[in-house]
């Protein structure tokens, strides 16, 4: 069964600071999909970012972007330049369905972000 | 806003009775997805349906049941409830065409609470 985990369950950093999340992951699939996904204090489920395992470059969105180690099934979130919006809930989550179509997502434990003023 | 939407927003209810949890996804959407998040096992798959039929079962209990209709939303019936079926239920819908990846869009969620 394929598993994701967040070894950190908290973290706390000053606003504008760069913080990491951590995630890891074990499938035996060659081909699947791995996610971030932000859930604020109002609960929606907000994707911030993907990862193609074929793809060897790291997906970037803005301040957001991922170190994807394929061979250690790594998988972590650099927040720069972090706001007090960045507060949240941080969610690693994996789809390894075949042929690449949408399924079942599996998700990590969490990681709580909070951004001190 | 997402575009899923889901309804009721809460709903509060005794052990042993029913409910049924009611998703619209997308325009355009065929696949929605159920999650259930609670405090002890996290956030997990239930079952995904795909232009109405089952598409695939996650860790969905016997007590539960869904379905998609015609008009693509679908419902979650949750029956014989016990205390520890509180939980936030999400509802996701993509596109789900066959040759590239559908990004799940979540919707707002129903906060069930079982007393």
């Known amino acids: 069964a394929q598993t994701v985990t967040q070894s950190q369950p908290e973290m706390s950093v000053q606003e504008a600071e760069t913080v990491t999340l951590s995630c890891t992951y074990d499938?035996?699939?060659?081909?699947?999909?791995l996610f971030w996904y932000k859930q604020p204090p109002s609960r929606q489920m907000i994707l911030v970012i993907r990862?193609?395992?074929?793809?060897?470059q790291n997906a970037t969105e803005n301040r957001f972007s991922v170190n994807f180690q394929k061979a250690a099934k790594s998988f972590s979130l650099k927040i720069s330049d972090s706001q007090l919006g960045d507060t949240a809930m941080y969610f690693c989550a994996f789809d390894d369905s075949p042929g690449g179509g949408a399924d079942g997502l599996t998700f990590g434990k969490g990681t709580h972000l909070i951004i001190q003023p | 806003d997402s575009g899923v939407t889901q309804t009721p927003k809460h709903l509060i209810t005794a052990t042993g009775q029913r409910v049924t949890l009611r998703c619209s996804p997308r325009s355009g959407d065929l696949s929605v997805y159920w999650y259930q998040q609670s405090l002890d096992q996290g956030l997990q798959f239930l079952i995904q349906?795909?232009?109405?039929?089952?598409?695939a079962k996650g860790n969905i209990l016997e007590r539960f049941s869904a379905q998609q209709f015609p008009d693509l939303h679908s419902e979650l019936n949750l029956s014989s409830l016990e205390l520890g079926d509180s939980a936030l239920y999400f509802c996701?819908?993509?596109?789900?065409?066959?040759?590239?990846?559908?990004?799940?869009?979540f919707g707002p969620g129903t906060r069930l609470t079982v007393l």
């Open positions: 499938t035996s699939e060659n081909n699947y999909y």
């Open positions: 990862q193609e395992a074929y793809k060897q």
């Open positions: 996701a819908s993509s596109v789900e065409p066959a040759s590239s990846y559908n990004e799940q869009f």
């Open positions: 349906y795909y232009n109405g039929e089952e598409r």
